[in-house]
Nanobody, 123 residues
Framework: QVQLVESGGGLVQAGGSLRLSCAAS????????MAWYRQGPGKQRDLVAS???????NYVDSVKGRFTISRDNAKNTVYLQMNSLRPEDTAVYYC?????????????????WGQGTQVTVSS
């Protein structure tokens, strides 16, 4: 069983900063890609940024230059530093991780989601 727990959301004024954290725990053999998604009111859940186990990163165009994704493999944790926040960044942010777990018959890779953390940017 694997759990992802997010923290760091909140209310901030436009131009401000927030740092999200997501810690994975449970019977983890290894964690492959980790990512942050967001879902605004009445919208679908979209990818914001991702990072591979080797540190290769990818961002949606709207956050390039403002957001930075990073990870601490020793702590099974991924971060999202969000600077120059805009009202359109308001959303519930979800952590996602591709986790390898061990079982009696071998290993298995599954996608796991966190519970989400609200980020609200006021104008």
């Amino acid at each position: 069983q694997v759990q992802l727990v997010e923290s760091g959301g909140g209310l901030v004024q436009a131009g401000g900063s927030l740092r999200l954290s997501c810690a994975a725990s449970g019977t983890i053999f290894s964690i492959n890609a980790m990512a942050w998604y967001r879902q605004g009111p009445g919208k679908q859940r979209d990818l914001v940024a991702s990072i591979t186990s080797g540190g290769f990163t990818n961002y949606v165009d709207s956050v390039k230059g403002r957001f930075t994704i990073s990870r601490d493999n020793a702590k099974n944790t991924v971060y999202l530093q969000m600077n120059s926040l805009r009202p359109e960044d308001t959303a519930v942010y979800y952590c996602n991780a591709a986790v390898t777990t061990t079982h009696a018959l071998g290993t298995m890779i599954n996608n796991y989601w966190g519970q989400g953390t609200q980020v609200t940017v006021s104008s």
